[in-house]
């Protein structure tokens, strides 16, 4: 009978990293130079060019500019997804299932510098044990190119990067919309590959 798997432990992940890499195979990951991809996480107009640093390695470790994209990609789309899970955490309104709006601090705009300011809370929450696997997975999906310790390497350097961001939320919005726009590759796919994969890190992924 298929469950939702929601333990940690390493059988468990290595039953649901087999079950996501089966479900990845049957995805068409042919792209045509004419489509755009689609929006992320929130709508946003026409994105300028990215800016260089966003697509260099910054651990010089050779790595081609679409896998450090695509690492790039899975990690901001994580980290939001940790964010809204300590904002959850921390809401009032949500721990108490209030009805009203006005009881969910995680409905509010976000002040500035929070995520320097909430980092360690964050980072539990994010760098699970299916945090480098995820990442592994939707690299995998479309290059052998890296190693964990490369993953984990460009994670830690963009988290560094993110910390003394004034807006999270719209910093890592921008970046994932600026990604999208220089990937060469399965672009068309990548938005709901990306929703996949942080299935999978949420434990919700079925085995």
């Known amino acids: 009978m ?3 798997s929601t333990m940690t432990s390493s059988q468990d992940i290595a039953q649901a990293t087999a079950a ?5 195979q049957a995805w068409d990951l042919s792209d045509t130079p004419d489509s755009p991809p689609p929006a992320l996480l929130i709508k946003t107009p026409p994105t300028p060019p990215p800016s260089p640093q966003l697509l260099q390695d910054p651990t010089g470790s050779g790595l081609c500019e679409e896998t450090v994209i695509d690492i790039k990609l899975a990690i ?4 939001m997804l940790a964010l809204n899970d300590f904002l959850q955490d921390t809401c009032y309104g949500c721990q108490t299932a209030h009805p ?3 009881q969910h601090s995680c409905l509010l705009e976000l002040p500035e510098y929070f995520f320097d300011t909430y980092h360690d809370d964050v980072m539990i929450r994010l760098q699970t044990d299916r945090f480098n696997p995820a990442i592994r997975l939707f690299v995998r999906s479309y290059t052998v190119d890296g190693t964990g310790t490369q993953f984990r390497r460009i994670a830690e350097h963009t988290m560094t990067e993110l910390r003394s961001s004034q807006h999270i939320v719209c910093a890592i919005n921008d970046n994932i919309a600026q990604l999208l726009e220089a990937s060469r590759y399965a672009r068309r796919v990548k938005p709901a590959m990306l ?3 942080g299935n999978y890190w949420a434990g919700r992924h079925l085995v």
């Open 20 to 24: 996501l890499e089966g479900d990845m």
């Open 195 to 197: 929703r996949m994969i």
């Open 76 to 79: 901001h789309h994580l980290l």
């Open 2 to 4: 298929t469950s939702v």
């Open 100 to 102: 009203s709006q006005v």
